[in-house]
């Protein structure tokens, strides 16, 4: 079925409004370097918040004994504090700020101020909370921005009835004129793999002369190869590179590449690969493009090009320890050892900035082929020079260790991979639980133990798992 008939081209507005609005209110994932403490924040006022980072602490008696003091915070100060704290992730302290901001008077409520807590609220207290909040704000302040902060609260809720009814008051106050509108509400049917409510929207927007952006290809390009419409694929594509005036953000482009490999359509994925790799002489963002050019040339199974790519990396001059990875991890796919080998050691040699991560691809590498002792030389010899195994190194050992049936070799690297990993790690359960059924089995309960207690004493495993252990 053909998902997207699009008559006549649509003419994208610039993809920066979008991103102006989506900033300010409506994102549903906050960026943490989306504001620079350095650039926006008053470096005084912002010192005094900013340490306090337990969120039963309140933030109140800070911002009372700073006007006590004689200073002055002034609302455009507030806000950016307030969107500071909420890209990492400190909603409460946001919210608190909000309501000190306006609260005796200070400065009066705007709808601005009420989109923000409407998405501060929906983190904290869910719809609920949103709904309780909306019913006490007065009528006056209800603006667009407000409903369209409450769409995006519904949307990021599946909750589609109530997302449906908020759509539908926007077309009728006349809100719904910008593509952000049928963006939230394709981006919702999408995941909910609602096809046809995706194509019955973009058509909306085409007979109402909305215009697309970024957002509207990128939705629109994942839900076509979802649905493996490569023909719905190929009018998106077209569409977007109609617009004379935009440029395609390569993002978009990774997607579209995604779609076509999903499908197996490799000659139309190389094509917009092609697009991708041109955006390399543009975008302030080519060290993240090469990288995924790594990534997407290797899964076209054509090495030829990704030997093209590495050619324009060493042309570049971009050889990064992300560089080299990307490269090691491609090369990995089509299982080319020695070619592995030969980036390891020119990356060595260059002297970079040493990082386990990269060694740690050579040595899964040598623990898929079963070459053990290479991997344990490896290793050995990366330690001597000072560096540091990852949680990584170890289980790609123990794994290897398991497929040689070395059952207490790999019970023992895995007891080396708890002692470096991080808290609130989800270890690989299949490995851990053979480990301990062979020791058990062995009446070997005293190392059994001595594994259960590592893996207790890291906090690691959920509740549950360790029930069972």
Not at 236 to 244: G, H, L, T, Y
Not at 346 to 364: A, K, M, Q, T, Y
Not at 390 to 412: F, I, M, P, Q
């Amino acid at each position: 079925m053909k998902l997207f008939s699009v008559s006549s081209p649509l003419n994208p507005r610039a993809y920066s409004l979008y991103k102006q609005l989506r900033m300010h209110s409506f994102s549903a994932t906050p960026d943490p370097t989306r504001f620079s403490t350095k650039r926006s924040v008053s470096p005084s006022l912002y010192s005094r918040i900013s340490p306090l980072g337990d969120p039963n602490q309140s933030m109140a008696p800070v911002l009372d004994r700073w006007v006590g003091e004689g200073n002055s915070a002034n609302k455009s100060e507030i806000l950016r504090i307030i969107k500071e704290l909420m890209a990492y992730r400190r909603f409460k302290h946001a919210l608190e700020v909000s309501l000190w901001m306006t609260n005796k008077g200070r400065i009066p409520v705007a709808p601005v101020d009420v989109a923000m807590r409407l998405k501060l609220i929906f983190k904290l207290f869910g719809l609920e909370g949103v709904e309780d909040y909306l019913k006490k704000v007065p009528e006056h302040l209800k603006a667009p921005s407000v409903y369209l902060a409450l769409l995006n609260c519904y949307t990021v809720a599946k909750s589609v009835a109530k997302s449906e009814a908020v759509m539908q008051r926007a077309r009728d106050s006349g809100y719904a004129t910008l593509p952000i509108w049928y963006n939230l509400m394709m981006n919702l049917h999408s995941k909910l793999g609602h096809v046809e409510k995706v194509e019955h929207l973009l058509n909306e927007m085409e007979s109402k002369n909305i215009p697309c952006d970024q957002f509207t290809h990128s939705v629109c390009l994942s839900t076509c190869a979802s649905a493996s419409d490569a023909v719905g694929m190929d009018k998106i594509v077209a569409i977007m590179e109609s617009d004379k005036y935009g440029t395609v953000h390569w993002r978009t482009y990774v997607i579209a590449a995604e779609g076509y490999l999903k499908m197996g359509l490799v000659d139309k994925a190389l094509a917009i690969l092609d697009k991708l790799e041109g955006l390399l002489i543009t975008s302030n963002e080519s060290s993240v493009i090469l990288v995924l050019l790594f990534r997407l040339y290797s899964e076209t199974g054509k090495r030829e090009e990704l030997n093209r790519i590495w050619d324009v990396c060493k042309q570049k001059g971009k050889m990064g320890n992300k560089v080299y990875s990307s490269m090691l991890r491609s090369l990995l796919k089509f299982g080319d050892v020695e070619g592995m080998e030969k980036i390891y050691e020119e990356w060595e040699s260059r002297g970079s900035h040493f990082d386990f991560r990269v060694p740690n691809f050579l040595i899964d590498a040598y623990c898929g082929d079963g070459n053990l002792e290479k991997a344990e030389a490896f290793i050995a010899r990366e330690v001597l020079k000072g560096g540091n195994p990852t949680v990584a190194t170890w289980c790609h050992l123990a794994g290897g260790y398991l497929k040689k049936n070395r059952v207490t070799d790999s019970a023992e690297a895995l007891k080396k991979a708890i002692s470096v990993i991080p808290c609130k790690f989800i270890s690989e359960k299949n490995s851990l639980t053979t480990c301990l059924e062979y020791l058990e089995s062995g009446n070997r309960i005293e190392k059994a133990e001595e594994l259960i207690n590592s893996v207790r004493m890291r906090g690691i495993l959920g509740a549950s798992f360790d029930h069972e252990l």
